[in-house]
């Protein structure tokens, strides 16, 4: 009981004496007296304490922008005008030489756990996760997340946005949710979407782990960042009206500025004309602007472009015009991300709290985006599906002006991502090169750091912002959670460099490794070598691991990695390639798995499926299924059988909608008839309509796609059943060998982004009865089809342990 009471009076005193290394905080039961009636006036017990962090804590906001070069934002040089970003360098400090993985999960999980990314699982992103340790997608509960410990420690804790740490056969609606933010991530709210990418006007929105719709559509002005940021800046009102003591930890992750670059015209025709002069030319702008901000050194080099890459003025003239539109929008969407921060913190200020708020703005999880393809795409789906060669210049000028809208899915080509990437060579996937892992960062905390405006350069890495949460916190790394013993975090705190511009570096030894490119970084020596080009996708054949060409730096004198000194210095960069081995080892990072196409196979992967076997029935109506967490049905014939009520009135709207503007498939009735939209890339769409009427009561409705074979992507026969009887026939030529991108599976209705003509301004797209349920069969026979769905099956193939 002393001891308590000395706890209790040096916490009065300022002195925190919470035992804080094992969490929970275990619960104390005072031992005092025992009365038998609460009147006596021997009963005391000490009052009731919420846990709370240290005195002093401060709160926390990690901003962290998505596929953002190091030469992106004006805040670091780049073209893209990001005013708040460049307001809270000019209060804080500029980081130069700060690191991410070279890609979005691995960052993300790396950032989260202050552990490197194969050491939580997360070696690649989840829909490429096998069952090697290093790339399962699953953070072992040794590595709890900063969320968690900040929690148990009395934050409060939230998450805004993109959350790309879930294995995927974990996403559904059913869980389980120990990986997501709510769940085993520590994040007492969450609003936001999972996944790689998200519709920026149709989001895949989830609140907690309900998934729910955006609260208005495009045409009333809906776009994810603003939401996003109207949703932070309202829990931080609650927050703080009702716990104002208490400090928060807020995680905003918005999906700006990864493709597809949506963005509503006023903000990127801003940008009209600014890019005409090309990528080449606009590297060297950057870099000027660079050197005159500081942020590279005076003898920095830009590097040159690789001839992989195509030079402006080799470009053909009639796609010059689409290919500077990619780069408007993309920089307006940029700066509409750069506005809605700019929001939060505005809140912040107007709260009297900014600063006591420690920031960490990362502009991007990795460099720029070089997976967009040589020309750029209206649907990077289409690039992504291996259907490249289908967009032209002749198909592509027409569409100008709806990039960025609604009706696109756009990214843009590599030159601009390079360009995004200077003064470095490479781009995001490419972890071997600073063009992949160097992201300017900035640090904001008044209250706790005295220089305003100021640039530091000692070298950082993702894993670092962990510890130096928690030593700004006076919070201690925990030694257990939730009964399980913990690994020290792998970083080191940043917070001796805060007040100190010319502190010596303290971390000294980073290795980098993504599909296969590779680096170490040691004492201002990089080894390197790019193993795999980021804008090949699908099955490419690519060299042996022991045959990549490793290049040696001293960026000590070569900031840039501009000099290749592996010729003059073989004894180096043999030192070098021994030490990454050693922290390959010593962090998961082996076996080294440079595959693509083969890890997209779970099979192959040797990681779990959600959905088992060849039958699934989805009851309506249900919304927002993630693709995922579908049936796979590319490639192969299957059939679709629903289950209608069909009111007095007659049946109209949608049935089921798979995918949508990046390309699907819907069922719907149109005029009392069934129809069959089949549309493939968003460059073409099939249809094929019903012969009979649907009449009222209930009734089946069955698709039919008999696949032609010989490979993927093939064609097939679309046929259309009422009641097992034939009521309509057609072709699709050709079929998207993928699932329909990040879109869901909706029943009853359709998510908002599938378009067709009959579609197309026509207001609600709902069933106008009852879907009852859908079943999805890839196990179909040839003559199966007069079979009906008796209730007694479905509910049997529903339950069956698949």
């Known amino acids: 009981m002393e001891a308590k009471t000395e706890q209790i009076n040096n916490a009065e005193n300022g002195q925190d004496m919470t035992q804080r290394h094992v969490l929970p905080i275990p619960d104390v039961t005072p031992i005092n007296l025992t009365t038998f009636d609460a ?43 990001t005013p708040n970003f460049e307001k809270l360098a000019a209060g804080g400090l500029r980081y130069t030489r700060f690191h991410t993985t070279a890609l979005c999960s691995p960052t993300r999980a790396a950032l989260l756990s202050g552990r490197n990314h194969h050491s939580v699982g997360m070696g690649g992103i989840t829909e490429f996760a096998t069952s090697a340790p290093g790339t399962n997608s699953m953070k072992p509960n040794t590595c709890a997340a900063l969320a968690e410990t900040l929690k148990l420690n009395g934050y409060a804790t939230a998450q805004f946005g993109k959350c790309h740490e879930v294995p995927v056969w974990e996403t559904s609606a059913i869980g389980p949710f120990d990986h997501w933010p709510t769940g085993g991530g520590g994040f007492q709210y969450f609003y936001g979407f999972l996944g790689g990418e998200t519709n920026q006007y149709y989001p895949g929105l989830y609140e907690g782990t309900t998934s729910i719709e955006p609260p208005r559509t495009p045409e009333q002005g809906y776009t994810l960042n603003e939401d996003l940021a109207d949703r932070a800046i309202a829990w931080i009102h609650q927050q703080k009206a009702l716990t104002p003591d208490n400090p928060f930890f807020i995680y905003y992750a918005p999906g700006a500025t990864h493709a597809p670059h949506h963005v509503p015209k006023e903000w990127s025709d801003k940008y009209k004309g600014k890019f005409d002069q090309g990528w080449d030319k606009l590297r060297e702008e950057t870099y000027a602007r660079q050197l005159q901000l500081g942020v590279i050194p005076k003898d920095s080099q830009l590097t040159s472009r690789h001839p992989e890459i195509p030079a402006w003025d080799s470009v053909d003239p009639e796609m010059k015009p689409v290919l500077a539109r990619q780069m408007e929008v993309y920089a307006g969407f940029m700066e509409q991300t750069d506005h809605h921060v700019g929001r939060v913190l ?90 992949g892992t160097r992201n300017g960062t900035i640090v904001h905390w008044p209250k706790g750091i005295k220089a305003k405006g100021e640039i530091r350069s000692q070298f950082h890495h993702v894993i670092d912002v962990a510890p130096t949460i928690l030593e700004v916190a006076g919070l201690p790394q925990p030694l257990m959670v939730n009964g399980v013993l913990q690994r020290p975090l792998e970083g080191v705190s940043m917070a001796y460099s805060f007040n100190d511009a010319g502190a010596a570096d303290r971390h000294e030894t980073q290795y980098f490794e993504m599909f296969g490119n590779r680096g170490i970084y040691h004492k201002g020596w990089t080894a390197v070598t790019k193993h795999r080009t980021p804008w090949e996708t699908g099955q490419v054949k690519t060299v042996a691991f022991n045959d990549d060409v490793w290049e040696l730096y001293d960026t000590s004198k070569d900031w840039s990695q501009a000099k290749d000194l592996s010729k003059q210095h073989p004894d180096i960069l043999h030192k070098l390639q021994q030490l990454w ?26 990681r779990p499926d959600l959905i088992r076997g060849n039958r699934q029935i989805i009851f309506g109506p249900m919304a927002r299924v993630p693709s995922l967490a579908m049936l796979p049905f590319q490639n192969k014939s299957y059939a679709l059988t629903a289950q209608l009520q069909v009111p007095t009135s007659g049946a109209e709207g949608v049935i089921v909608a798979l995918g949508g503007v990046t390309g699907g498939l819907s069922i719907y009735v149109k005029n009392g008839k069934p129809k069959v939209c089949y549309n493939f890339f968003g460059l073409e769409q099939t249809y094929v309509e019903g012969t009979a009427v649907i009449p009222p009561g209930d009734h089946q409705v069955r698709l039919e796609f008999a696949y032609d074979g010989g490979g993927i992507a093939k064609g097939g026969t679309l046929s259309l059943f009422i009641d097992g009887k034939k009521s309509g026939e057609g072709r699709v030529e050709q079929t998207q060998p993928f699932a329909f991108g990040e879109e869901p599976c909706n029943v009853g209705h359709d998510s908002g982004s599938f378009v067709t003509t009959d579609y197309a301004g026509n207001g609600s797209r709902a069933f106008s009865g009852q879907v009852k349920w859908v079943e999805f069969d890839t196990g179909v026979a040839a003559d199966d089809h007069n079979h009906l769905i008796t209730a007694e099956e479905r509910l049997r193939v529903a339950m069956a342990k698949q």
């Open 39 to 81: 009147r006596d006036p021997d009963t005391q017990y000490p009052p009731i304490r919420q846990i709370r962090p240290p005195a002093g804590a401060p709160n926390v906001l990690v901003i962290l922008i998505d596929d953002a070069g190091f030469g992106s934002s004006s805040a670091f040089g780049g073209p893209c005008q």
């Open 346 to 435: 505005d809140a912040l200020t107007d709260l009297g709290i900014l600063e006591d708020t420690l920031v960490y703005l990362i502009i991007g999880d990795n460099g720029a985006s070089a997976e967009g393809s040589l020309q750029g795409t209206f649907n990077e789906m289409v690039t992504l599906g291996g259907f490249g060669h289908l967009e032209t210049a002749e198909s592509l000028i027409p569409k100008i002006d709806d990039f960025g809208s609604p009706k696109a899915y756009n990214h843009y080509a590599v030159g601009w991502a390079h360009a995004m990437d200077t003064p470095y060579q490479w781009t995001k996937q490419v972890a071997s090169h600073f063009g």
């Open 581 to 606: 081995l050693i922290e390959a080892v010593k962090y998961n990072v082996l076996p080294l798995d440079d595959r693509f196409a083969e890890r997209a196979n779970s099979e192959i992967a040797g």
